[in-house]
T-cell receptor, first 115, second 115 residues
Framework: AQSVAQPEDQVNVAEGNPLTVKCTYSVSGNPYLFWYVQYPNRGLQFLLKYITGDNLVKGSYGFEAEFNKSQTSFHLKKPSALVSDSALYFCAVRDRENSGYALNFGKGTSLLVTP | GAGVSQSPSNKVTEKGKDVELRCDPISGHTALYWYRQSLGQGLEFLIYFQGNSAPDKSGLPSDRFSAERTGGSVSTLTIQRTQQEDSAVYLC?????????????FGEGSRLTVL
């Protein structure tokens, strides 16, 4: 079985401050990990993914995420938040060895960046 | 446009009626997914199509739900005898191939309200 947990329903950050959106995963094998963002009344957009190799992955709009196998985490980070980063963020996982083709998503974390 | 197109964008129906939701994937994408997004529930996988292979229907919540994909392109999700708990945003996504590492491209969704 594969699953993702996003422990925070909402994260509030002041503009210019660093932001972290947390994600932990559970798979029986090795994971492929993804982050997506959903702006209001829009579909989800791909941000970044971890497949293999370097644990620090860089993606769109200045976001990055660090794969930590021992902590089974894949937290999303950005050094300096923008008001325009306010959106709903989803972490997703596929089990490399044991899943079908479904990408399992977390429940989402709402990020609010205030001026 | 070149993105995933879904119609209708909004659908209000009465309990017990049947509804059809349409998805037109990105041209050339062989993989197509349907997800359901409910408030506070994240994204729930429904069904996956890959080329001419048998679809993965493991996420369909009941036999009232069905989907087909004609000619390897357009897909229709049908919900028969709708119930109030079917109210949600139904998201379609496509991917260039069925690779486990490939990112999904999402449409803007069809919002279904069952009265």
């Amino acid at each position: 079985a594969q699953s993702v947990a996003q422990p925070e329903d909402q994260v509030n950050v002041a503009e210019g401050n660093p932001l972290t959106v947390k994600c932990t995963y559970s798979v029986s094998g090795n994971p492929y990990l993804f982050w997506y963002v959903q702006y209001p009344n829009r579909g989800l957009q791909f941000l970044l993914k971890y497949i293999t190799g370097d644990n620090l992955v860089k993606g769109s709009y200045g976001f990055e995420a660090e794969f930590n196998k021992s902590q089974t985490s894949f937290h999303l980070k950005k050094p300096s938040a923008l008001v325009s980063d306010s959106a709903l963020y989803f972490c997703a996982v596929r089990d490399r060895e044991n899943s079908g083709y479904a990408l399992n998503f977390g429940k989402g974390t709402s990020l609010l960046v205030t001026p | 446009g070149a993105g995933v197109s879904q119609s209708p964008s909004n659908k209000v129906t009465e309990k017990g009626k049947d509804v059809e939701l349409r998805c037109d994937p990105i041209s050339g994408h062989t993989a197509l997914y349907w997800y359901r997004q409910s408030l506070g529930q994240g994204l729930e996988f429904l069904i996956y199509f890959q080329g001419n292979s048998a679809p993965d229907k493991s996420g369909l919540p009941s036999d009232r739900f069905s989907a087909e994909r004609t000619g390897g392109s357009v897909s229709t999700l049908t919900i028969q005898r709708t119930q109030q708990e079917d109210s949600a945003v139904y998201l379609c996504a496509s991917s260039l191939t069925g690779s486990q590492t490939g990112e999904l491209f999402f449409g803007e969704g069809s919002r279904l309200t069952v009265l």
